[in-house]
């Protein structure tokens, strides 16, 4: 996928400074933004992917919520604010989830599908057509790293 595909997906991009990391398909965006870069997460679905034991099998905001609350993310910010610790931001369209976003040392990066990751965007940018909104903010406790 090269930067012009990038584009076409998410056109707010066009004419904005961002990297993109070689394409990598052995994980995906909530793998990425949880710090897994050897499973693919997502509910099962016929073998291939990881999830963790203990939650629905279900794509909702609510189960994914809880899953990254377990890793530590456990303070709700506003979605426009900008974190001062790490965090994850959670893209749904309805009540089920399309995306994740991962902020750390200042930047937001995320993971897109099973292509690129993208570095140094904004949230807005990547809302739309694919990942609908962002619908939900959880960083780290300022006393945890």
């Given at each position: 996928m090269a930067r012009e595909d990038v584009e076409a997906d998410f056109p707010s991009l066009i004419g904005k400074d961002y990297d993109l990391s070689d394409e990598d398909f052995n994980f995906n965006c909530l793998a990425f933004a949880l710090g897994d870069h050897s499973q693919w997460w997502e509910p099962p679905n016929g073998g291939g992917t990881y999830w963790p034991e203990g939650f629905p099998d279900d794509i909702t905001v609510e189960t994914v919520e809880s899953i990254i609350r377990v890793h530590?993310?456990?303070?709700?910010?506003?979605?426009?604010?900008?974190?001062?610790?790490?965090a994850i931001a959670i893209y749904a369209q309805g009540n089920e989830w399309t995306h994740f976003a991962r902020f750390d040392n200042g930047i937001w990066a995320?993971?897109?599908?099973?292509?690129?990751?993208?570095?140094?965007?904004?949230?807005?940018?990547?809302?739309?057509?694919?990942?609908?909104?962002?619908?939900?903010?959880?960083?780290?406790?300022?006393?945890m790293h």
């Open positions: 530590g993310f456990t303070v709700e910010i506003d979605v426009s604010g900008t974190p001062t610790t790490p995320s993971k897109l599908g099973d292509g690129h990751d993208i570095l140094r965007v904004t949230l807005k940018d990547l809302e739309g057509g694919l990942y609908g909104d962002v619908v939900k903010v959880l960083s780290r406790p300022t006393d």
